[in-house]
């Protein structure tokens, strides 16, 4: 019996749910949007939320106080063992200019990732499309226009699909960009 005990096994040992867990973060703040199952996506949005928020927390004090910054940083370096990812997130070598993914959720009190469900238990339709369809995903990422075709095993695929992402706007950014365009064409 599991009383008492709250984390999801995933079918696997402790350290290749460690492993999985860092993986699929790096590639999620590497890439922005990562496609997934429903169950790991639900497993590792905590552990993304609490890196980006102590990511932030570093970014508040780096002007400030260094050595809580560089306390910060080591932190979320020993969770994801990844330079480049960890230098994205803070916004560091690269990404100085352009900010890192801390410095876009600053003003943003958590919920920084999504989930958005792709279909019940095929990859093939999408939530409301008819069997004989197969849809395609269209969606940007990193500037470039990209293409996704909705085909997997429709027979054996039985784990429900997600794209688990990063938001990439706050809900204020979203409430005042309609009103501007709204008052622009009344004009």
């Known amino acids: 019996m599991r009383h008492r005990k709250k984390s999801k096994h995933l079918g696997r040992t402790s350290s290749h749910r460690k492993a999985l867990r860092a993986n699929m973060a790096n590639s999620l703040f590497t890439y922005g949007r ?35 910054y560089i306390h910060y940083y080591r932190q979320v ?13 803070f916004g560091e070598g690269d990404w100085r200019e352009s900010g890192g993914i801390a410095e876009r959720y600053l003003e943003r009190n ?10 019940g ?10 069997v004989g369809d197969v849809p395609k995903l269209e969606y940007k990422m990193e500037g470039f226009e990209r293409k996704l075709r909705m085909v997997g095993n429709r027979l054996g695929d039985n784990a429900s699909r997600v794209i688990f992402e990063l938001i990439e706007e706050t809900e204020e950014e979203k409430e005042i960009a309609p009103k501007v365009s709204v008052a622009e064409e009344k004009k």
């Open 121 to 130: 238990s095929r990859l093939g339709v999408l939530s409301g499309s008819s």
């Open 77 to 89: 370096l020993s969770k994801l063992n990844n330079k480049e990812v960890v230098r994205k997130l």
């Open 34 to 68: 990562i496609i997934t199952t429903k169950e790991k996506a639900k497993y590792i949005r905590p552990f993304v939320e609490k890196l980006i928020t102590t990511a932030k927390k570093g970014v508040i004090k780096k002007e400030v106080d260094k050595l809580a």
């Open 110 to 119: 958590g919920g920084y990732t999504r989930i958005l469900k792709l279909s």
